[in-house]
């Protein structure tokens, strides 16, 4: 029996896991995904947390054991009877029966928490935007979908500061791909969504052979798409950036790179003829296109195509 290939988004709340999620699951096709937030693996509910003054983000408050049975469940193609935490009650709905797609995400705050949980991911991501823009993505998302004033999201970020510290950052050195958005230095406020992003490629998967970006812009720090060595939790890593304003024929030369190791995947593989890569949903509700996140996505949707050659899936039945 073949199984799921499964992607891990791991990073703080309001990290951008949800919107990097979308655009991938998009592109395999949402038939062929199955999206599991472990938001659904809490201890206790809005409530019961605010009394007994545990956050969200700590291990204890959050069932572990039995994400991590699930996640070998999945593994092995198994379904599994999920929990579900309703973010807009603050209480726990009925649970639902979930069998695996092709491909499964499993996106959230401690998924690589255990050493038998990380056993389970086919690729692994993290996701680490400067703590001032988390703030200001939580304060925008909590207030328009989760009925919080700002003051209230200010106060919990606060409280929440040591456990994020102490249990939800260290994962960072489980990820095979660290994906950092960020605002230009020239205007760090009124960027209006348009971000750079930087994404750290540890040498724990393959990835695409990006090397053709040094020789066509001379290896030049001027440019908008720049590949470079560095140290990442003190290990040898390569980082890829891309600036917002990265110009279509930059753009085109770096998804040509991802997909041309693949061809008969370029079709799947594709920023045009998936446009939900790249969108994000605009501080007025206006729907944004962003060129680094669509690289992003496609990025990680290669990583997940190439695992299914790994595991023998054939790729018609992709
Ligand atoms: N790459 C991005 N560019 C611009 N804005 C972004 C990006 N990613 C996320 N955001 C903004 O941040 C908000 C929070 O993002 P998202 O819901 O994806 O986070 P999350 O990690 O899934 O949150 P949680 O785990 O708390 O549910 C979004 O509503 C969006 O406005
Ligand atoms: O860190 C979070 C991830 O989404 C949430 O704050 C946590 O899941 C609790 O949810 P809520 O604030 O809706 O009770």
Redesign the pocket.
């Known amino acids: 029996m073949s199984r799921p290939i499964i992607l891990g988004i791991v990073?703080?709340?309001?990290?951008?896991?949800?919107?990097?999620?979308k655009g991938i699951a998009q592109v395999l096709g949402p038939e062929n995904v199955t999206v599991i937030?472990t938001?659904d693996y809490h201890k206790y509910d809005r409530q019961q947390r605010a009394e007994i003054g545990i956050t969200a983000v700590h291990p204890d408050c959050n069932h572990l054991d039995i994400m991590q049975q699930h996640l070998s469940l999945l593994r092995t193609g198994q379904p599994i009877l999920k929990p579900i935490y309703n973010?807009k009650t603050g209480c726990f709905d009925p649970p639902e029966y979930i069998k695996p797609s092709k491909f499964v995400i499993i996106?959230?705050?401690l998924g690589y928490s255990t050493r038998a949980a990380r056993d389970c991911y086919d690729v692994k991501v993290y996701?680490a935007?400067p703590e001032s823009l988390r703030a200001q993505?939580?304060i925008?998302?909590d207030t328009q979908k989760r009925g919080y004033s700002p003051e209230e999201v200010l106060e919990q970020l606060r409280k929440r500061e040591p456990d994020s510290e102490a249990y939800i950052r260290p994962q960072r050195q489980w990820s095979d791909i660290v994906i950092s958005?960020y605002p230009p230095e020239e205007d760090p406020v009124r960027n209006n969504?348009q971000?750079n992003?930087r994404l750290v490629l540890r040498p724990t998967i393959p990835h695409p052979d990006f090397t053709e970006i040094i020789q066509s812009t001379n290896g030049t720090s001027m440019s908008s798409i720049r590949l470079g060595l560095d140290r990442d939790m003190s290990k040898p890593v390569d980082v890829l950036e891309v600036d917002r304003h990265a110009n279509l024929e930059q753009v085109n030369k770096l998804e040509q790179i991802i997909c041309s190791d693949m061809p008969n995947l370029k079709s799947v593989c594709d920023r045009e003829s998936n446009p939900e890569l790249g969108k994000?949903?605009g501080t007025t509700g206006e729907t944004?296109q962003?060129y680094?996140?669509a690289l992003t996505q496609l990025l990680i949707t290669y990583h997940m195509l190439k695992a299914t050659h790994s595991i023998g899936i054939p790729v018609s039945a992709v």
Request: some cysteine; aromatic content about 6%.
């Open positions: 990073g703080d709340s309001a990290a951008g896991k949800t919107t990097l999620t937030c938001d973010h996106e959230g705050l996701l935007p993505w939580k925008k998302r958005f969504g971000l992003v994000i949903a944004l962003s680094p996140l």
